[in-house]
């Protein structure tokens, strides 16, 4: 008996990838040039580059992933396609589980071996005595040894509403999926829409946590080690629930405005929501480790 061997779809000469890569080289040249012209207190043509660089890729990908879904909705993916998608996307989470494992380890890094050190501990007591003799290990270390001082976020109050917000997010997206899978649209709708909804409220109330911690508790991202770690952390995460929510804005408009999807094929549908749950898992070590410990 044959073997029966699925088709496996080739497209044509894409645009896309060279408009992306300039749009990559343009954000990192004109960010570089940005950071250097603001911290030199001079004018320059950074700002300009990196605009340029975010409308490009921007462009570029409205335009590839519009091809995707055209191509996908049009019948030309087989089984094995999905599942290089599927790869494709598990890797994508993987490399962001290795971005932010970076970030936790320099916290970790901090806090359990550099701050014992400059406290004098192991065989570092002449260590401590040239480098910083008046230093205590504690966290959060709120003076640094140049004289800023500064104040601990709380993990009560807005930390603790956002992770309740974001645990909620989980939920009705969970919700919408099951929707999906049986065929209920408008619990589909307005579950994807709320999931939406707390994401915005997420971001809105982390904007307004940075605003409060800036002019009130005076941590800002040059207070040392623990405003370092607090604002890369907790900003790269806000970085990333923008872009979840960018990803379930998109699904949600498919849906609403095209009826796409179907119980059985619905893998981009699935893929915002493991990105999702994936923003929501690492909120939680994030905010045991960097608000509560």
């Known amino acids: ?33 940005f950071v250097n012209e603001v911290t030199r207190n001079k004018e320059g043509h950074g700002e300009y580059m990196l605009l340029a660089g975010v409308a490009l890729l921007l462009f570029m990908l409205v335009g590839w ?16 396609m999905d599942r290089s998608f599927r790869q494709g996307m598990s890797w994508f989470i993987f ?16 806090r359990m071996i550099a701050m014992p050190w400059l406290d004098g501990e192991s065989n570092n007591a002449m260590t401590a005595e040239i480098l910083w003799p008046d ?9 640094t040894p140049g004289g800023i001082e500064t104040n601990a976020m709380p993990w009560q109050g807005l930390p603790l509403y956002n992770t309740l917000i974001l645990l909620t997010s989980s939920v009705t997206l969970q919700f919408a ?27 809105a109330l982390q904007a307004y946590e940075y605003m409060h911690a800036y002019q009130e508790l ?25 872009l979840g929510a960018i990803f379930l804005t998109v699904i949600w408009l498919r849906i609403m405005l095209k009826n796409h999807f179907t119980a059985h094929n619905h893998f981009a549908f699935q893929a915002a929501a493991w990105y999702w749950h994936f923003v929501d898992v690492v909120w939680l070590c994030l905010f045991v480790f960097v608000y509560v410990l």
């Open 95 to 110: 490399s962001e589980v290795m971005f932010f494992f970076a970030f936790f380890g320099a916290l970790f890094y901090a």
């Open 218 to 242: 005076n941590l800002r991202l040059d207070s040392g080690i623990y405003g370092n770690t607090f604002f890369l952390l907790t900003g790269f995460h806000g970085l990333h629930v923008t």
């Open 1 to 33: 008996m044959a073997k029966t061997y699925q088709h496996y779809y080739v497209p044509e000469q894409s645009p896309w990838p060279i408009v992306g890569a300039v749009a990559l080289f343009l954000l990192a040249f004109g960010a570089g040039h």
């Open 135 to 143: 230093f205590s290990a504690h966290w959060p270390m709120t003076k």
């Open 65 to 80: 992933f519009r091809n995707v879904i055209d191509e996908s909705m049009g019948g030309l993916y087989s089984e094995q």
């Open 177 to 203: 999926h099951v929707a999906l899978e049986q065929g209920k649209r408008l619990q589909l709708r307005l579950m994807l829409l709320l999931t939406i909804l707390l994401g915005a409220s997420f971001l």
